[in-house]
C-alpha cells in the first residue's frame, strides 16, 4: 500500500476569501452548532487539501457526526463559516449536494433493491446519462466482483459487500469530495483493509476524502487527523506529528490521553 | 424532471416487492367492503322478546302470533311470571318484554279497551328504540284489525282519519348496503392513501436512506411528487376495486356518471396524499405515523357522515365536518351512485377538494426539510 504523506498545514483562525483557499476542498472556520444550551460542535477551525485523506476522531458524542452533517448541508451551523468545493454550507447548500458523495454510518442502499437498481437509482439522481450510467455500473460491478449478484437484493448481501458497494455507489458521480460516517464499522479486517485501499485510490484520483472512524489503526492511514474531544478539536495534525506531540506509542494512545479528558457523557 | 422518473421507478419497484402493501391494497379493501356492509347495519332484525301471558285467550294468543309472525321479533321465552322474564333480560337473552295482563279479553270485549306492558332491555340503545317502535306499530296494526272485525260492513267511516303514505326517494327499498358501500369505499381510498404515504416516507426516515437521499441535489418537490404519485395510482386502483366488488356482490351500479367519481378522486387523492405526506414530517418512527394517522382517521371517519347523519350533529359538530375531506366526498359518492348528480351539483365539493389538495400539499412541501 502507497501512501503518500502531505506536509501538514496551519490551523489558520481566520479565512479570508483569497486565491489562496480555493484549492482547499474544505475550510471550517469557527463552525458552531448549539442544540439549545448544548453546544454538539464548538468553533472548530480546519482546512483540508484536494486529494487529502483527512481522518475526523472522537469519541462518541464528541460531535463528530453533526460537525459532518453541517458539511454536507444536512445541518444549518449556528455560527461560524465554512465551505465545501467552494461552496458556502450556510447558503449554498444544494451546490454543495452536487459535489459531494456521502455514506452514512446508519447502512443507506435500499434493501429491497437489486445491486443493480441501487446503482441506476442513485446515478440516475445525480444526473448521469444512460449511456454514463450503464459504463460506470458495468465497470463498478466488475470491479467490485458483484457481477454474478449484480440482480440479487442488497439486503441478502454480506455487509462487507454493503459497504464497499455504498462507498462505490457514493462515488459514482465522480464527487470532489467524498464524507464517509463510519464506513467500516461491524467489517471483517480483510474488508476493512480492501476498503482502505479503495479510499487510497480515489484519494489518488484527486478525490478528498473525510473519514471517521474508531479504529486506530485506520487513524494511522490517514494524511491528518484530527481528534475531536467536547465539540473541540483537541489535537491535529499527521499521524506522526500527534504521536510525537503526545509522546505516544501509537494514534491509540493519543486518542486515550484526549479521549479521558473529556467531561462530557458519551451517548 | 429526470430525476423524477429514476424516483417513480424505486417506488414502483419497492412496493410491488412488499407483500404487505400487496395485501392492504388487493385484499383489505375485498374483505372490508364484504364484511363491513354486513355489520354496520341498523336494519333489526332477530329482536329476542319475552311474552307474559296472564290472559291465555284466544285474543292473546292472536297478539303473540302477530307479534312473531313479521320475522323482526323472535319468541325467546313465554311464561306466565314476570320475574321469569325479567330473569331472561337480565341474561340479556330477551331484549323485550310484552306482558299482556289477566282479563285483556275480557276487558276488550266489555270496555274496547285494554292495556299492555312493554318493557325494553336499553342497554342497546337503537335496538331497543326501534324494536319498542316495531312493537307499536304491529300492536296498532292490531287495534285496527279488531276493529274492523267488529264494525261489520262500515258504508260510511264514522272518525275520519288521516292516511299517511310514504315514497322512499333515491333508495326505494332503504336498502342499507346502497347506502354503506359508497360510504365504505371513500374511508377505504382514505386508509389507503393516507396511511401507505405516511408509513413509506416514515420507514425511509427509520432505515436511514432519507438522509442519503438529503444529501443528494434531488429537488424537494421532485422528491415527495416521486412519493404522491405511486399512491395516487394505487388509490385510483383501490377505487375500481371497490366498484368491481360493490357491483359484483352488492349489484350495486352507479345511477350517474363514473367519470364523476373518478374525477373526483383523482383530486380528493392528492389532498389526502398530502396530509399522509404532512404526518411523515411530523412523525420520527412508523409507531408514531401509525398513531397519528389512526387518530385522524376516527375523526374523519366518525365526522364524515358514513354513519351518522351530519345534519343531526350538534353545530359545532357539524362546524367540524366541513374541514373534513371525508365529508365531501362520503357525499359525492352517494349523490352521484344513489341520485345520479351531475358535475354540477358536486362541482362544489369539487372545488372545496382541490382547496384542500392545495392546502395540504403546500403544507407538507414547506414543512419537509431536508436539513435541520
Known amino acids: 500500500m502507497k501512501i503518500a504523506l502531505f506536509t501538514p498545514c496551519k490551523i489558520t483562525k481566520t479565512v479570508q476569501p483569497t486565491e489562496e483557499n480555493i484549492q482547499y476542498a474544505i475550510t471550517a472556520n469557527n463552525l458552531t452548532k448549539e442544540f439549545g444550551d448544548f453546544i454538539a460542535v464548538d468553533h472548530i477551525s480546519f482546512n483540508i487539501k484536494q486529494g487529502e485523506i483527512f481522518g475526523f476522531l472522537g469519541a462518541n458524542g464528541a460531535g463528530k457526526t453533526t460537525a459532518m452533517r453541517m458539511l454536507c448541508g444536512l445541518s444549518k451551523p449556528s455560527s461560524g463559516e465554512a465551505t465545501v468545493a467552494g461552496f458556502d454550507v450556510s447558503t449554498q447548500p444544494e451546490s454543495i449536494k452536487k459535489n459531494i458523495g456521502y455514506m452514512s454510518q446508519k447502512f443507506s442502499l435500499y434493501e429491497d433493491l437489486t445491486v443493480m437498481e441501487n446503482i441506476r437509482f442513485y446515478a440516475g439522481i445525480y444526473g448521469l446519462s444512460d449511456k454514463d450510467i450503464k459504463e460506470k455500473s458495468a465497470h463498478l460491478l466488475q470491479h467490485l466482483h458483484l457481477d454474478h449478484e449484480k440482480n440479487k437484493l442488497v439486503g441478502s448481501l454480506p455487509l462487507g459487500w454493503k459497504q464497499k458497494l455504498s462507498f462505490s455507489i457514493a462515488l459514482i458521480h465522480e464527487p470532489k469530495i467524498v464524507f464517509l460516517d463510519e464506513p467500516t464499522g461491524g467489517v471483517d479486517p480483510l474488508t476493512r483493509r480492501e476498503f482502505w485501499e479503495m479510499i487510497y485510490a480515489a484519494s489518488q484520483r484527486g478525490t478528498t476524502l473525510f473519514v471517521t472512524t474508531h479504529y486506530m489503526d485506520e487513524a494511522e492511514y490517514c494524511h491528518r487527523v484530527s481528534i475531536m474531544v467536547d465539540g473541540r478539536i483537541a489535537a491535529l495534525g499527521t499521524p506522526a506529528e500527534l504521536k510525537k506531540q503526545f509522546d505516544a506509542e501509537s494514534m491509540s494512545d493519543v486518542f486515550l490521553q484526549l479521549a479521558r479528558q473529556a467531561t462530557r457523557q458519551a451517548d | ?372
Open chain 2, 1 to 372: 424532471m429526470r430525476s423524477l422518473k429514476f424516483l417513480l421507478q424505486k417506488e414502483f419497484r419497492q412496493i410491488f416487492r412488499n407483500p404487505a402493501i400487496l395485501r392492504m391494497i388487493f385484499i383489505m379493501p375485498v374483505i372490508q367492503l364484504i364484511v363491513l356492509p354486513l355489520v354496520a347495519n341498523y336494519e333489526i332484525r332477530n329482536v329476542n322478546i319475552h311474552v307474559i301471558d296472564h290472559d291465555h285467550s284466544m285474543y292473546s294468543r292472536e297478539l303473540i302470533r302477530k307479534v312473531t309472525a313479521g320475522g323482526t321479533f323472535q319468541l325467546q321465552g313465554y311464561s306466565s311470571d314476570y320475574k321469569e322474564a325479567l330473569l331472561d333480560v337480565e341474561h340479556d337473552k330477551s331484549d323485550l318484554i310484552l306482558e299482556i295482563p289477566h282479563g285483556f279479553e275480557k276487558q276488550l270485549v266489555r270496555e274496547s279497551e285494554a292495556p299492555l306492558f312493554i318493557a325494553v332491555n336499553a342497554i342497546n340503545g337503537a335496538r331497543a328504540n326501534l324494536g319498542a317502535a316495531y312493537l307499536n306499530t304491529i300492536l296498532r296494526d292490531y287495534n285496527q284489525e279488531i276493529r274492523t272485525q267488529w264494525i261489520q260492513f262500515p258504508k260510511f267511516d264514522e272518525i275520519p282519519r288521516v292516511e299517511v303514505i310514504s315514497n322512499y326517494w333515491y333508495n326505494t327499498h332503504q336498502s342499507y348496503t346502497l347506502f354503506m358501500v359508497p360510504g365504505i369505499m371513500v374511508v377505504l381510498l382514505t386508509m389507503v392513501g393516507s396511511f401507505l404515504t405516511a408509513l413509506n416516507i416514515v420507514k425511509e426516515k427509520e432505515v436511514g436512506t432519507i438522509e442519503q437521499i438529503n444529501v443528494t441535489p434531488i429537488r424537494k418537490h421532485h422528491f415527495i411528487l416521486g412519493k404522491l404519485i405511486p399512491f395516487w395510482v394505487l388509490g385510483l386502483f383501490v377505487l375500481t376495486l371497490g366498484l368491481l366488488v360493490g357491483r359484483v356482490i352488492y349489484g350495486i351500479v352507479p345511477l350517474g356518471n363514473i367519470g364523476l367519481i373518478y374525477l373526483f378522486a383523482a383530486i380528493y387523492l392528492p389532498a389526502i396524499l398530502g396530509l399522509g405526506l404532512l404526518v411523515s414530517n411530523i412523525s420520527q418512527t412508523q409507531q408514531q405515523a401509525m398513531l397519528l394517522s389512526f387518530f385522524l382517521m376516527m375523526i374523519f371517519i366518525l365526522m364524515g357522515g358514513l354513519y351518522t347523519s351530519i345534519d343531526s350533529m350538534p353545530h359545532w359538530a357539524q362546524v367540524v365536518t366541513w374541514f373534513n375531506p371525508v365529508t365531501y366526498f362520503i357525499e359525492v359518492m352517494r349523490m352521484v351512485v344513489i341520485k345520479g348528480s351531475s358535475f354540477n351539483d358536486i362541482k362544489g365539493h369539487l372545488g372545496v377538494i382541490a382547496l384542500f389538495a392545495v392546502v395540504l400539499n403546500t403544507w407538507a412541501v414547506v414543512s419537509y426539510r431536508k436539513r435541520s
